[in-house]
């Protein structure tokens, strides 16, 4: 099987740094896009960032020039570096990936939309 484990969550005060990582586990063939969302109490799950197997890198309007999303050399891991925090970032961020080819023991499986399980960043203002 595959997973997304996160780390780097944690509390910080406002105006400082927190840096995210995803890593992908298991027997890996291929990941496309991957991608952080956050979701804030009470609301929707947006996207922050996003960075294709290219490179090619997006960001909501809300974090530009804050964060910078980028991906390991083996392409299997995601990092979020977040500076500048503001209270309004706090939320449990979540890594996606929107397509992920892996060996499930059997066969080659690829999977569509996978998620993290989260983690909680808490700015203190």
């Known amino acids: 099987q595959v997973q997304l484990v996160e780390s780097g969550g944690g509390s910080v005060q406002a105006g400082g740094s927190l840096r995210l990582s995803c890593a992908a586990s298991?027997?890996?063939?291929?990941?496309?896009?991957m991608a952080w969302y956050r979701q804030a109490s009470g609301k929707q799950r947006e996207l922050v960032a996003d960075?294709?197997?290219?490179?090619?890198?997006n960001y909501a309007d809300s974090v530009k020039g804050r964060f910078t999303i980028s991906r390991g050399n083996a392409q299997r891991t995601v990092y979020l570096q977040m500076n500048s925090l503001k209270h309004e970032d706090t939320a449990v961020y979540y890594c996606?990936?929107?397509?992920?080819?892996?060996?499930?023991?059997?066969?080659?499986?690829?999977?569509?939309?996978?998620w993290g399980q989260g983690t909680q960043v808490t700015v203190s203002s």
């Open positions: 298991g027997k890996i063939l291929n990941i496309d896009r």
């Open positions: 996606n990936v929107d397509q992920i080819t892996y060996y499930d023991g059997s066969r080659w499986t690829t999977q569509y939309d996978y």
């Open positions: 960075i294709t197997g290219g490179g090619t890198a």
